[in-house]
């Protein structure tokens, strides 16, 4: 089992050929260095396609994920030096499915309008 505990969402698209070598020097050059037990995620321009870096201590580990239909909710900055996104375990489990992780907190109450 990989030991993640914190998770990061790099606004930036990536060229999803990219392997793991280049997302590190990715990561790297955005945080400064690719903590231990900490995962980076990247998405494609259409956001079709994601990517996992984990350095998990000893190495580093890339998993892909893309969905059969629609498209990952990624946000979209206009700047390009747009700071990278931490994300909880919640908001981490909505977007690999395709849902609306940044209304979580919104969606966890019914209200009257």
Aim: overall charge positive; hydrophobic content about 50%.
């Amino acid at each position: 089992m990989i030991r993640v505990d914190s998770l990061w969402l790099a606004v930036e698209p990536m060229d999803m050929r990219a392997g793991a070598e280049r997302l590190l020097a990715s990561v790297v050059q955005v945080f400064g260095s690719a903590q231990a037990h900490h995962g980076y995620l990247f998405a494609n321009t259409r956001a079709t396609r994601i990517k996992l870096l984990v350095h998990d201590g000893f190495g580093v580990w890339c998993a892909a994920r893309r969905l059969n239909a629609g498209r990952f909710v990624w946000p979209r900055e206009a700047s390009a030096a747009a700071a990278p996104m931490a994300l909880t375990q919640a908001q981490f489990d909505a977007l690999v499915l395709g849902l609306p992780w940044q209304r979580l907190t919104q969606m966890q109450s019914i209200t009257r309008m």
